[in-house]
T-cell receptor
Framework: AQSVTQLGSHVSVSEGALVLLRCNYS??????LFWYVQYPNQGLQLLLK??????LVKGINGFEAEFKKSETSFHLTKPSAHMSDAAEYFC????????????FGAGTRLFVKA | EAGVAQSPRYKIIEKRQSVAFWCNPI?????LYWYQQILGQGPKLLIQ????????DSQLPKDRFSAERLKGVDSTLKIQPAKLEDSAVYLC???????????????FGEGSWLTVV
C-alpha cells in the first residue's frame, strides 16, 4: 500500500523568498508522483508530475520538484515566492493497481507575506 | 477542451435529507473519480470507475452513499440520509489512463460544496 506525508500543514514565506514544501511517500512499487495546487473555492490543478523520466521535474508557475528515491521524497520548490502563490498544495502518489490508485497528502497551506 | 463539469456548486440541506451531485468528465476519459474533501484535509477517494465498472469503492459509506456511472460517461453521487459529518466538498475528477508512461494525470472539477445543518 502507498502513503503520502506532507510535513507542515502551514508554511509562511516572504514575497521573493524560497518556497520549500516537503513531501515523503512510501510505495511497494515504483510510483508516479504529483503536486497539485488548490486556490480558494476551486478544484485541484496539476502543477507537475514525475513519471520515471528525469528526476528533476519542472512545472507551471516556476515550480519544480526533485524525485529522490533514496530519501523517498518529492519536495516542491520555487526560487522566489509571489503573492499569487498563496494556496493549498497537495502531494499525491499513484501506482498501477487495477487501473491506477492515487493517494493524496493532507495538504500544506502556503502563506506569502508582502 | 472542456474540463470536468460538476453541479450543483453549492448545496445546503438538513440532516437526514438526501442530495445528489452530477459530474460530466472530460470527453474520452475512461476513469472517473469521486473524492470527498473535508475542510483542512486532503481529498479522500470515495469511488473510482473505469468505464462502467467500479474499480475501488472501499471507502464509500455504502449505507448512505451511492454512485453510478451509466453508459460510461457522466456520473451521479447520492447521499441519503445525510449526516452533519458529510459536510465537505465533493470533487469529481477524471483521467485518460493511456498507460504507465502517461503517469495517470487526474483532472478535477471545481467541486460541489455540501453543508449539512
Amino acid at each position: 500500500a502507498q502513503s503520502v506525508t506532507q510535513l507542515g500543514s502551514h508554511v509562511s514565506v516572504s514575497e521573493g523568498a524560497l518556497v520549500l514544501l516537503r513531501c515523503n511517500y512510501s510505495s511497494s512499487v515504483p510510483p508516479y508522483l504529483f503536486w497539485y495546487v488548490q486556490y480558494p473555492n476551486q478544484g485541484l490543478q496539476l502543477l507537475l508530475k514525475y513519471t520515471s523520466a528525469a528526476t528533476l521535474v519542472k512545472g507551471i508557475n516556476g515550480f519544480e520538484a526533485e524525485f529522490k528515491k533514496s530519501e523517498t521524497s518529492f519536495h516542491l520548490t520555487k526560487p522566489s515566492a509571489h503573492m499569487s502563490d498563496a494556496a493549498e498544495y497537495f502531494c499525491a502518489v499513484s501506482v498501477p493497481a487495477g487501473g491506477f490508485k492515487t493517494i493524496f497528502g493532507a495538504g500544506t497551506r502556503l502563506f506569502v507575506k508582502a | 477542451e472542456a474540463g470536468v463539469a460538476q453541479s450543483p456548486r453549492y448545496k445546503i440541506i438538513e440532516k437526514r435529507q438526501s442530495v445528489a451531485f452530477w459530474c460530466n468528465p472530460i470527453s474520452g476519459h475512461a476513469t472517473l473519480y469521486w473524492y470527498q474533501q473535508i475542510l483542512g484535509q486532503g481529498p479522500k477517494l470515495l469511488i473510482q470507475f473505469q468505464n462502467n465498472g467500479v474499480v475501488d469503492d472501499s471507502q464509500l459509506p455504502k449505507d448512505r452513499f451511492s454512485a453510478e456511472r451509466l453508459k460510461g460517461v457522466d456520473s451521479t453521487l447520492k447521499i441519503q440520509p445525510a449526516k452533519l459529518e458529510d459536510s465537505a466538498v465533493y470533487l469529481c475528477a477524471s483521467s485518460l489512463d493511456t498507460g504507465p508512461s502517461s503517469g495517470n494525470t487526474i483532472y478535477f472539477g471545481e467541486g460541489s460544496w455540501l453543508t449539512v445543518v
